[in-house]
């Protein structure tokens, strides 16, 4: 058994693996990445009954694993590269060889990935961590759940500037609902609901567009969306507007938040059959 740890700046997620199939998944929260990395382990072995003597590696990975020099619980620990992480692992859940990977965590990682040749593309530092950042100043809201209900009951055109409140017609192949600028309209009595909402559409209106430029460049019409903001259902619907105007498809396979703690496993079993 393999497990894989993918330490990012706000949460850490661990799974098991063996024999190439995902058997354990645990995720946590800690202030350092020490604690989150042993929190994270501790807590799937317990939950799960899974003996010290099962585990056969452990691979670490992500924003936090640089600040691990030793062995966990003195089994050998070894360091997966991020991004061939996020590209081995999206791979396994898509069943494809060849994919165009969104990786949304506190930033956006882009990554092409096809079969041994993983790189990034590029990406962009707006992410969930964007959402939240702002959402803390603008809504004095400090946790992401909580802006999530609020923007569940807001209404975008008291915030957003439509292409109908310029425009009498529709432009090319947009329609008049399209946003024409994020947070240009922004009314007087726009409420913290209203903004919630403008908050998401506009991060994930950035994703996805970049994610588009991405598919097109490598002549695909589908994107493989991973990581914590793969499961945000008002960014799937931002994310599915963008398919009906660009026709690029997004993906959400199962398992796709641990992504890259399942690639950073797998590189390993990768280098045994090597």
Same mark, same amino acid.
Do not use: N, P, Q
């Given at each position: 058994m393999i497990v894989g740890i993918d330490i990012g700046s706000t949460t850490t997620k661990a799974v098991s693996i063996e024999k190439g199939r995902v058997n354990h998944k645990i995720k946590t929260k800690a202030l350092d990445a020490v604690t989150s990395a042993t929190g994270a382990f501790g807590k799937m072995i317990v939950e799960n009954g899974i003996k010290i003597s099962e585990i056969q590696r452990i691979m670490i990975t992500g924003a936090g694993s640089g600040k691990l020099k030793d062995d966990l619980f003195g089994i050998p620990t070894g @360091? *997966?590269?991020? %991004? @061939?992480? %996020?590209g081995i692992g999206g791979i396994f859940l898509a069943g494809r060889e060849k994919i165009i990977i969104s990786n949304i $965590? #506190? $930033? #956006? *990682? %882009? %990554?092409?990935a096809q079969n041994d040749n993983i790189f990034h593309m590029g990406g962009s530092g707006v992410g969930g961590g964007t959402i939240l950042g702002l959402a803390k100043k603008l809504l004095s809201v400090s946790e992401f759940n909580d802006v999530m209900h609020l923007a569940e009951k807001g209404k975008l055109n008291q915030v957003d500037l439509l292409l109908e409140d310029i425009m009498e017609t529709d432009l090319s192949f947009l329609n008049k609902k399209n946003t024409a600028s994020n947070f240009g309209k922004m009314l007087d009595n726009a409420r913290n609901e209203d903004i919630a909402l403008a908050l998401v559409n506009m991060v994930y209106q950035v994703i996805g567009i970049l994610s588009v430029f991405a598919a097109k460049n490598k002549n695909t019409d589908r994107v493989v969306v991973t990581g914590n903001g793969s499961s945000n259902l008002l960014g799937r619907r931002v994310l599915e507007e963008i398919t009906s105007i660009y026709h690029v498809q997004f993906e959400y396979p199962e398992n796709a938040e641990y992504t890259t703690a399942i690639g950073a496993a797998l590189s390993w079993e990768t280098h045994i059959e090597s």
């Open positions: @360091k *997966a590269d991020e %991004i @061939k992480s %996020i $965590g #506190t $930033g #956006t *990682a %882009i %990554i092409y």
